[in-house]
């Protein structure tokens, strides 16, 4: 998807004042960078990564004076130095109406009344979810994580309708629910769910049991923090404000641009941010960007839901594999389970990707394995050797990438 008239606009003014910003950080970066005139221009702009944003702590990516940063959020780095992002009141502003644009895309009105449990602090997650419901005119009841009785209670008194949570404390929340025999006491319509990868079965249990539409917000600390797209009520994929942010979709191996439907890694433009911006920062985060228009007739652009982290991604025989995406195959094949084992060898010469997978009971294996084989090779691009395993032999991993097995190098 090309820049249009506007967002090319908005990147050369971007550009012509973060090269006149005397703090070094977009100076060193972008130092011998002429005007940005068109969209080969714009591709020729190097990445932006967050080693560089950690390298720049605690505020040596702020692109404003101290006295114009209202906030700081970082990010919940695990390991070693976090990372900052500075905000000014106008991006803290811009962030409530993309997050109120969010909730609104959700069909959720001021009227709703929106109980928010992700965490409230250095981080961006129920500060984002409040910006939004209060820009929206909801009642936001900020409870932040944890003491699921009182969740629960407030969650009867406050007659809370949407619930704001991460997939595994909706699930949480959900079978506490259940678990009490409390269902007709909640009045819970909609979950609005921070989008990670997370399983089609899990989705519909949460959905089942609380008896509530579910809606995936996207979003990162370092570009505002959720609330820059979420998928619509027809529900494939995620909208998002191409008016805020430019998305391309790159091969995480090489960084070449990948043509609009092909997944990739997401890599994003601020557009309008002042704290601090970033041009063609690298997300890791899979997925691709599909280019028909959406069926609920909304203009703005949409991205799939994610299917994973580069890191996890292996390159086969020049073709690049995803955990989701193999997830996605076995989905699809009736008697396949989704537990799957992934061996990738040099051989003779050449790569072979062998793809174990567990099946149920009584099924034909040769039959599901051709199936395998041929489903894979139809929607990856890829022939794997199918291996069908009866159901329990493979050994069960919370991670994705410890099911892939790189035996190459
Ligand atoms: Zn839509």
């Known amino acids: 998807m090309q820049l249009n008239e506007m967002q090319l606009g908005l990147v050369q003014a971007q550009m012509k004042r973060l090269k006149e910003i005397p703090n070094g950080f977009y100076q060193k970066k972008y130092d011998g960078i002429d005007v940005i005139r068109d969209q080969a221009d714009f591709e020729k702009l190097p990445f ?4 560089e944003l950690r390298d720049a702590y605690p505020l040596g990516i702020a692109a404003v004076p101290d006295e114009e940063i209202v906030r700081i959020h970082s990010s919940s780095g695990t390991t070693g130095t976090p990372i900052i992002i500075p905000y000014t009141k106008q991006d803290v502003e811009d962030w409530a109406e993309l997050f109120a644009r969010c909730y609104r895309m959700a069909g959720i009105t001021k009227k709703d009344r ?23 005119g909801a009642m936001a009841i900020p409870m932040g994580p944890g003491n699921t009785d009182k969740q629960i209670r407030m969650m009867q008194d406050m007659q809370s309708t949407v619930l704001c949570a991460t997939s595994s404390y909706a699930l949480l929340l959900a079978e ?60 494939s994929g995620m909208h998002y404000w191409d008016d805020f942010v430019y998305f391309e979709i790159i091969d995480p191996k090489t960084g070449e641009l990948l043509p609009d439907g092909t997944y990739g890694e997401l890599v994003i433009t601020t557009l309008r941010k002042q704290g601090a911006p970033l041009i063609r920062y690298r997300t890791h ?41 193999i997830e996605d195959v076995l989905r699809d094949i009736p008697g396949v389970s989704s537990e799957y084992q992934v061996m990738i060898d040099h051989l003779y010469g050449r790569d072979i ?27 990856v691009g890829l022939t794997v050797v199918p291996k069908p395993v009866a159901l329990g032999e493979l050994p069960r991993s919370e991670k994705k990438s410890t099911r892939v097995y790189d035996n190459r190098y």
């Not at 409230?120 to 500060?127: E, F, Q, S």
């Open 48 to 51: 932006t990564n967050k080693e």
């Open 114 to 136: 929106i109980h928010i449990t992700p965490g409230y602090g250095l981080w961006t997650a129920g500060i984002g979810f409040q910006l939004g419901a209060e820009k929206l």
């Open 176 to 235: 506490e629910i259940e678990k009490r025999g409390i269902k007709d006491t909640i009045r819970l319509k909609k979950g609005v769910i921070g989008s990670e990868r997370w399983g089609e079965k899990m989705r519909k249990r949460i959905a089942g049991e609380l008896g509530v539409e579910l809606y995936d917000i996207y979003g990162l600390t370092e570009i505002y923090g959720p609330g820059i797209g979420i998928n619509c009520k027809d529900g």
């Open 285 to 325: 985060d899979l997925t691709r960007i599909l280019p028909e228009k959406c069926t609920c007739g909304s203009e703005f652009p949409r991205i799939d839901i994610l299917i994973g982290r580069s890191d996890d991604m292996v390159k086969v025989k020049g073709v690049n594999i995803y955990p989701g995406q």
């Open 353 to 379: 990707m062998t793809l174990f997978f567990e099946t149920e009971a009584g099924v034909d294996k040769e039959a599901v394995g051709l199936n395998v084989q041929r489903e894979f090779k139809a929607k």
